[in-house]
């Protein structure tokens, strides 16, 4: 609304927007020829206003001494004027799986220059903090149809609105807020680190030989553990691979009889770890192992001829001593896992007509009672013992026939 007061008098307007009159206008909004009288007090789309007038002389003019005269203020008349707004902003979108901030985005609004966002909890209409005042620290006015928020704390979730105007100041033509949609700034996760592999195991055929990792910080969620061989030199994280983890934390392998052959395989073990931050460096076993053949198994002795304790009957008693159980790969001692008794049959106490009647397999005792199944004949046995390395030796001598 413009107002003009010519070379006499000037005239001074006031306005205000409210439901019923004021009784009294205070503060003139507007002086002087032609100057614009505007509402700084964010009006609803439809406000009611009162209006008041009054003429103003100065020092100088006709018939006014030398200080200002004023007239009494005209009696508020009402009007009513309705602002146009714009377009709320659709498809408010806060995207929350950044780690450097929540990028906002919105549909264009057409007439608009300028967008303000707005986060934390939901604005108010009320004040022109509201819309861009200096008490608002939560406003920020953006001139695209985007904007990331990097104030945001990592792990921080906030609402976000948003605005349009028709100029870049708030206070102006403006839209309903729309929104709003929530985001959170992604915490930084950093790739593992700090972590070991160890290489474990004996170095003969059949060994295991085991890679194991450990120690890693920022929680590791996959590894990738494995074992690498070369015939000459160190192997490295690129020589060949004869096992791996798939994931896991540990993996094995068994060596061969092909790797104790000349030249001889050498192995070592190295490990990554990873988790949503990336993958770390990659460590290393500060150990290898060579395989070998080393010494062989050997079996076990000859044991002691059995004492055939026969008395009566058909129950035949045998026992015997033990022998030298022999030794595994490796040259490590070997056990006695047990025994085969071979049973001899005949005519006479001589031995006449004698053959192996059966061969029966024992557990690791150094007895066994045979019951026999003719009472009228001759019975005998000898015994063969089988070590932990799989070897048997050769049968002790035969007992009397009894």
Do not use: C
């Not at 609402?159 to 102006?172: F, I, K, L, N």
């Not at 060994?207 to 969620?221: D, E, F, L, Q, Y």
């Not at 080393?294 to 022998?323: C, E, L």
Request: a neutral charge; charged letters at 5%; aromatic letters at 10%.
């Amino acid at each position: 609304m413009y107002f003009s007061g010519g070379s006499g008098p000037y005239y001074q307007i006031y306005w205000s927007v409210s439901s019923t009159a004021p009784t009294s206008p205070v503060t003139p909004d507007g002086s002087g020829s032609s100057s614009p009288v505007s509402d700084t007090t964010g009006p609803s789309s439809t406000s009611t206003y009162y209006m008041y007038i009054r003429s103003v002389q100065t020092a100088g003019e006709t018939s006014v001494g030398p200080s200002t005269v004023a007239s009494a203020w005209s009696a508020g008349v009402a009007f009513n004027m309705t602002l146009s707004k714009l377009a709320t902003p659709a498809n408010v979108n806060a995207t929350d799986t950044r780690t450097d901030g929540v990028n906002v985005t919105w549909d264009i609004v057409s007439g608009a220059s300028y967008y303000g966002v707005w986060y934390g909890g939901a604005p108010s209409y009320d004040s022109l903090a509201d819309f861009g005042g200096n008490r608002n620290t939560s406003l920020i006015v953006h001139p695209t149809n985007s904007y990331l928020d990097t104030a945001i704390g990592s792990g921080v979730t906030r609402d976000y609105y948003v605005q349009a105007y028709r100029s870049g100041d708030p206070t102006g033509t403006k839209s309903e807020w729309g929104g709003p949609n929530s985001g959170t700034r992604l915490a930084v996760v950093n790739p593992p680190s700090g972590g070991s592999v160890f290489l474990s195991g004996n170095n003969t055929p059949g060994s295991v030989i085991t890679a194991s990792t450990s120690g890693w910080s920022n929680s590791p969620t996959s590894y990738d553990v494995f074992i690498t061989t070369t015939t000459s030199g160190t192997p490295t994280s690129s020589s060949t691979r004869v096992a791996s983890s798939n994931g896991s934390s540990s993996t094995s392998y068994t060596i061969t009889s092909t790797d104790a052959a000349a030249p001889a395989n050498i192995f070592r073990a190295f490990a990554t770890a990873s988790n949503t931050g990336g993958t770390s460096g990659t460590v290393q076993s500060s150990n290898t192992i060579t395989a070998s053949a080393g010494s062989p198994a050997t079996a076990p002795g000859t044991p002691g001829t059995p004492t055939n304790g026969w008395t009566s009957g058909t129950s035949y008693p045998f026992s015997w001593s033990a022998p030298s159980a022999g030794t595994v790969t490796g040259g490590g001692a070997a056990t006695i896992t047990g025994y085969t008794m071979r049973i001899y049959e005949a005519t006479s106490s001589a031995g006449a007509g004698s053959y192996i009647r059966t061969t029966i397999s024992l557990g690791s005792g150094t007895s066994y009672t045979y019951t026999s199944p003719n009472a009228s004949l001759y019975y005998a046995a000898s015994v063969a013992a089988t070590n932990s390395a799989g070897l048997t030796g050769s049968y002790s001598g035969i007992s009397l026939y009894k």
